[in-house]
């Protein structure tokens, strides 16, 4: 072999190591996206996990914020407040949420799942009234995105009256016209 020749094979050798260096590298980014988008979603669900948790443990503020989604006039002003930080604290998660999909670290399926979820706490009256009157904002494409929901998703009386009938433990008692249409489960 001469000069010549060791110096092709070198450079096939160090050719063939840059895209094997590359292939790695990729597969190490494919890696991490994975691994990103699943920590995101594991952060969101931990902040909704903790407002869950408060009403759960908490029958006083659960009261609040069951009377606050139908009507807020009808708490006090300390339970106003109890109200408006427990709502945003899930809105803030979905705000998050809604920021992790729009960069693409959350897949459609799963935001899909929560957007849903969003428009349905958002056809109670009590919060649409919380919306109009928080006295901090949310970022821009967030607060556009819920304000085009609720421009879409009118107050649903339906849902409201499904609610109370099952927290009433009368599921059974709400009218024909007012049950989910069959097929997916209503979150």
Do not use: C
């Amino acid at each position: 072999m001469n000069l010549e020749s060791l110096a092709n094979l070198g450079e096939i050798v160090g050719a063939a190591a840059v895209v094997a260096s590359l292939l790695y590298l990729a597969v190490q980014v494919r890696q991490g996206t994975r691994a990103q988008r699943t920590e995101n979603y594991a952060r969101a669900l931990d902040r909704l996990s903790a407002v869950q948790s408060a009403l759960g443990q908490d029958p006083e503020l659960s009261l609040i914020y069951s009377r606050g989604v139908q009507d807020p006039s009808r708490l006090t002003a300390l339970e106003k407040i109890r109200f408006t930080w427990t709502a945003y604290e899930a809105f803030d998660a979905f705000e998050f949420m809604f920021q992790t999909h729009q960069t693409g670290e959350l897949p459609d399926e799963v935001w899909r799942r929560w957007s849903t979820t969003i428009a349905w706490w958002l056809s109670f009256p009590g919060v649409q009234v919380w919306w109009q009157h928080r006295p901090a904002g949310f970022t821009d494409s967030f607060t556009r995105y819920v304000e085009s929901v609720l421009a879409d998703n009118p107050t649903d009386a339906g849902v409201s009256r499904r609610w109370e009938a099952f927290l009433a433990d009368n599921p059974g008692k709400v009218p024909a016209a007012d049950r989910p249409a069959t097929g997916s489960p209503q979150p």
